[in-house]
């Protein structure tokens, strides 16, 4: 790990000079080729933090005004300090993720796209999404985004059932939720709603009512995740209760089922898409593509010659702005090992329903077939996947024991 001190901007500079040379310097990892890069730019704030939510999210009242301005110049002062560890690459797609970044207003979000622009090689139809929230919807707002130049909403919906709503602690209504859901649908070709299933005291038809809901307004996209209790949450703090693990697998048929019967495809363990409308940015996370991430707590993960490179930003926001500006964003920046990279591609790639072609593991990783061949064995001989020369697919069994395959890998 390289230790990351508050500096001068002077110094700052520097740093950066040592750290290219840090980066280039000969490896025991060869790389012939790097893979797509994508940006994510992380903004933190939310009206409320929800009960379940492990993200770096900040609620902020409604009274004071966001710090919109200065936040985007700070993830600008962040991009500059990076651009020498992206210099000749194309940005193949830009997901603005939160918190909730509707929040910000059109004009902020104009500015901020305009601002990547003008600093990096954008592919000429790069996607660009941005997360959105129902309950900061108001009439227009979503038209003005596409106007700014997003050009794929991704809402965070979860239910489009008022008692299941207020069990998660989510802001918005389900009146809300559909009014977003339609203005989306009017504005964007392409669109994603978020719902999450297992919900405190849902019952399958609870869930088929949702899952119904959400297809009626033929969405391009939809993700849908099993609520989970994830540590330091007030839900970690006080657990509600939960349908089953048996009625949980039977949502999960019923999501791919109902999916499945409006033409979707389930590619991904939690992603359904319609022909053409799979989400790039996700997927090239997915095929260990590398990502920039710039914004309060944003991670990154960035291919060299004879290295894979992780960092990760400061996560308090104030403390983000003021280092950002600075020139020095970085809280960590590690050197993933090279025993570390057969585990690290695997729980990415086994979660594509096509699985993946070995020579991209090689590309991608820098290390040889044989890093994984016990593993890969290992999995076949237990029927979690299949596999030929070529390729490697997790079978049905596989996606339904995906922890104990990706272990396979550690
Ligand atoms: S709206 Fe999303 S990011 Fe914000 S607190 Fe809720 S779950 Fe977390």
Redesign the pocket.
């Known amino acids: 790990m390289i230790p990351i001190q508050p500096q001068s901007p002077e110094t700052a500079e520097a740093a950066v000079q040592r750290d290219i040379q840090h980066y280039m310097r000969p490896g025991t990892l060869q790389l012939g080729s790097l893979p797509p890069l994508s940006l994510y730019v992380h903004l933190p704030w939310?009206l409320?933090?929800?009960p379940?939510?492990d993200?770096n999210?900040h609620g902020w009242s409604k009274n004071d005004a966001l710090p919109e301005n200065r936040y985007i110049d700070a993830l600008m002062a962040d991009l500059e300090s990076a651009l020498p560890l992206i210099w000749g690459r194309t940005v193949h797609s830009v997901f603005m993720g939160?918190?909730?970044p509707s929040l910000f207003s059109p004009e902020s979000i104009d500015k901020l796209i305009a601002g990547l622009r003008a600093r990096l090689r954008m592919e000429p139809d790069c996607e660009i999404t941005m997360e959105a929230?129902p309950g900061t919807f108001e009439k227009d707002r979503f038209k003005a985004f596409r106007a700014a130049g997003v050009n794929r909403l991704s809402i965070?919906v979860q239910s489009f059932d008022d008692r299941f709503l207020q069990a998660v602690g989510?802001v918005h209504d389900a009146a809300q939720a559909k009014a977003a859901v339609r203005e989306a649908a009017d504005n964007f070709e392409t669109f994603n709603i978020d719902l999450m299933y297992a919900l405190p005291g849902q019952s399958i038809a609870d869930l088929q009512r949702d899952v119904d809901t959400a297809l009626s307004f033929a969405p391009p996209h939809l993700s849908i995740y099993h609520l989970t209790i994830e540590p330091n949450t007030y839900f970690a703090k006080y657990p509600p209760v939960v349908p089953e693990d048996d009625t949980a697998y039977d949502m999960l048929d019923l999501i791919t089922a109902s999916t499945t019967q409006a033409g979707m495809k389930r590619y991904e363990v939690s992603a359904y898409a319609k022909e053409g409308h799979q989400c790039f940015h996700n997927s090239n996370y997915w095929q260990f593509g590398d990502y920039l991430g710039i914004g309060a707590g944003a991670h990154s993960k960035l291919s060299f010659a004879h290295r894979v490179v992780r960092q990760v930003r400061f996560r308090d926001p104030a403390r983000y702005m003021d280092m950002a500006l600075a020139g020095t964003p970085l809280a960590q920046d590690n050197e993933v090992k090279r025993s570390e990279l057969p585990f690290e591609y695997m729980l990415n790639a086994l979660r594509l329903r096509e699985g993946f072609a070995l020579q991209t593991f090689m590309e991608r990783t820098g290390l040889p077939m044989s890093a994984i061949a016990k593993g890969l064995d290992e999995a076949q001989a237990k029927g979690l996947i299949t596999r030929d020369f070529g390729r490697v697919v997790p079978t049905e069994r596989g996606f339904d024991f995906l922890s104990d395959l990706q272990e396979m890998f550690l």
């Open positions: 939310c409320k933090k929800c379940y939510c993200f999210s939160g918190g909730t929230n965070g989510r």
